[in-house]
């Protein structure tokens, strides 16, 4: 017997869903190296220094580390990470 809904058919054996992993995998490693990484462009005297959160052991001592380089007097700016 012929189905009347042939894409539902398809999506219930796995062929739908087998070529959307390709897709969703993709997308979730895209997502994944654009949006965690954390960095911050901080220039004093002339001096470029880069200062990523991945760097250090807790989302804490990132941040102490560009306050101790703004109380220095270096400008920090956000950057868009590795």
Do not use: H
């Given at each position: ?68 380089q ?13």
């Amino acid at each position: 017997m012929k189905s009347i809904f042939p894409s539902i058919r398809s999506w219930r054996t796995g062929s739908a869903r087998n070529r959307l992993r390709p897709v969703l995998s993709a997308l979730s490693l895209v997502l994944l190296l654009t949006g965690c990484t954390k960095c911050e462009q901080c220039e004093l005297n002339n001096n470029s220094e880069t200062i990523c959160e991945t760097e250090f052991d807790s989302p804490e001592q990132y941040q102490d580390a560009i306050a101790d380089q703004e109380a220095l007097g270096a400008v920090c700016t956000p950057t868009g990470g590795i």
